[in-house]
């Protein structure tokens, strides 16, 4: 079970490689990446990821222990970054192992709706006009009803 909150960029084919060996005695493996999505229009010059590190690390570990505890999960992964973040750039990514399909995808849906909604980032957009902080989006926020 594992938790980091990083600046640098990570390798995703080695991550998921890595994760996946480690958790020999599971069915399944899902992992979930999210990328810096580009404006509409094109026009997203960066995103700006801020964060309290002791806050942040503390509840995404809160979390990653009640999906582990909900599904028995056998190892658990979520990685996020902040800092400067460009078009196409990998965000965050979650990876779940559990010993059979369901309880890894559902894990990893609770994590990531979770991540989406509660952990304690804040990203600032900056396009050619400007800059504004990004607001919760009410799905995200109905995503949690499920959980």
């Known amino acids: 079970m594992t938790v980091r909150v990083q600046q640098d960029r990570f390798d995703l084919g080695a991550e998921v490689q890595g994760f996946a060996q480690g958790c020999n005695t599971s069915g399944a493996v899902v992992n979930f990446t999210g990328i810096v999505r580009n404006t509409p229009d094109g ?3 960066r995103m700006e990821i801020e964060h309290y ?10 979390i990653e222990a009640k999906a582990v505890k ?7 992964l979520i990685i996020h970054r902040y800092g400067i973040l460009r078009p196409g750039d990998m965000i965050m990514m979650v990876a779940t192992a559990a010993p ?3 309880d ?5 849906q609770y994590l990531m709706d979770y991540l989406k909604s509660r952990a304690p980032f804040w990203k600032k957009e900056f396009t050619t006009d400007g800059h504004q902080w990004v607001e919760a989006k009410d ?8 959980w």
Request: proline share 3%; aromatic share 6%; hydrophobic share 40%.
């Open 43 to 45: 026009d997203l010059d």
């Open 139 to 146: 799905a995200d926020e109905a995503a949690l009803t499920r």
């Open 70 to 76: 909900r599904w028995s999960l056998k190892g658990s």
């Open 104 to 108: 890894a995808f559902e894990s990893a």
């Open 100 to 102: 059979h399909r369901v």
């Open 53 to 62: 590190p002791g806050m942040t690390q503390s509840a995404l570990a809160e």
